[in-house]
Antibody, heavy 121, light 109 residues
């Protein structure tokens, strides 16, 4: 079935880096914008970033701009989120989510199960 | 940047009752680009409603969305035990911002 599976989370010290991956299956990955959304423990959802279907355009939330970078490899049906200069407030479950009809400006119809990032010394 | 405010924060109802959840935007949401998601503990969110009033694939018809402009409502008729969860609204219309509301927790009374 249509699926997204995140990986790469873990415990990391403040100021360090981490790369998350999101593997897609059972849909034409290369034709859909994909988003990253995070959720701090016990908190609500926060949109983080979006990347266009071809990887040419990315947009980021102000809270991560300049520190996080989204990229994709359509030949591998995989999305990446590079997290640099991590802060304690970046501690969260990170979800990738598929844009319903391909365009950025759409609801998110398929979500991964999430990967936990903990920033702590 | 659009800010979405959901009310109430917590809603306590019994199975079989009707739930009415509100989402108010600080600016007009263009093209009714408003979605509702359901999230249960330990699970990813699930899309319920998009375009303010269209049900996503596989969503029961007891879920309905309405509203336009700045005021939107999610109504759940005849609550089932599996409907008790946290619900988020989200705008996705423009400016590359995809703000979520803070959530409404629907709990069993």
């Amino acid at each position: 079935q249509v699926q997204l599976v995140e990986s790469g989370g873990g415990v990391v010290q403040p100021g360090r880096s981490l790369r998350l991956s999101c593997a897609a299956s059972e849909f034409t990955f290369s034709t859909y914008a994909i988003h990253w959304v995070r959720q701090a423990p016990g908190k609500g959802l926060e949109w983080v970033a979006v990347i266009s279907y071809d990887g040419d355009k990315q947009y980021y939330a102000d809270s991560v701009k300049g520190r996080f970078t989204s990229s994709r490899d359509n030949s591998k049906n995989t999305l990446y989120l590079q997290l640099n200069n991590l802060r304690a407030e970046d501690t969260a479950v990170y979800y990738c989510a598929k844009s319903m009809r391909g365009n950025y400006w759409d609801a998110f119809d398929i979500w991964g199960q999430g990967t936990m990032v903990t920033v702590s010394s | 940047e659009i800010v979405l405010t959901q009310s109430p924060g917590t809603l306590s109802l019994s199975p079989g009752e009707r739930a009415t959840l509100s989402c108010r935007a600080s600016q007009i949401v263009t093209r009714d680009s408003l979605a509702w998601y359901q999230q249960k503990p330990g699970q990813a969110p699930r899309l319920l409603i998009y375009g303010a009033s269209s049900r996503a694939t596989g969503i029961p018809d007891r879920f309905s969305g309405s509203g336009s402009g700045t005021d939107f409502t999610l109504t759940i008729n005849r609550l089932e035990p599996e409907d008790f969860a946290v619900y988020y609204c989200q705008q996705y219309g423009s400016s590359a911002m995809f703000a979520f509301g803070q959530g409404t927790k629907l709990e069993i009374k």
